[in-house]
Nanobody, 128 residues
Framework: QVHLVESGGGSVQPGGSLRLSCAASGLFYENNCIGWFRQGPGNEREGVATMYTNGGSKYYANTAKDRFAISQDSAGTTVYLQMSSLKPEDTAKYYC?????????????????????WGQGTQVTVSS
């Protein structure tokens, strides 16, 4: 059973930084597509950044490019999202998601419907 646990959320002022972590367990395959989605109040869940755990392609939403960076630990079981220059519109619940096949294309890699496994989420609030 795949299990994803997010941590690292919190409150930060505009312009600040946060690093989210996602610990993955129960993985069936060595290479998985894993990444981050977010859902703000009244919004649909949207892709932020995803990657293959074998070190392949990384995909970023336009809103995340140049400000966010996805990475993983050497074991490939913890994935990070380093967020910088945070804006109030980044306020959302951030979810870690995993699927074996979702990173086949950029469109799929940032589409929540392509991902089978989800964590419970961690709240990020950007406010002065």
């Amino acid at each position: 059973q795949v299990h994803l646990v997010e941590s690292g959320g919190g409150s930060v002022q505009p312009g600040g930084s946060l690093r989210l972590s996602c610990a993955a367990s129960g993985l069936f395959y060595e290479n998985n597509c894993i990444g981050w989605f977010r859902q703000g109040p009244g919004n649909e869940r949207e892709g932020v950044a995803t990657m293959y755990t074998n070190g392949g392609s990384k995909y970023y939403a336009n809103t995340a490019k140049d400000r966010f960076a996805i990475s993983q630990d050497s074991a490939g079981t913890t994935v990070y999202l380093q967020m910088s220059s945070l804006k109030p519109e980044d306020t959302a619940k951030y979810y870690c998601a995993l699927d074996v096949l979702a990173c086949a294309t950029e469109a799929q890699a940032l589409a929540s419907r392509e991902f089978q496994y989800w964590g419970q989420g961690t709240q990020v609030t950007v406010s002065s």
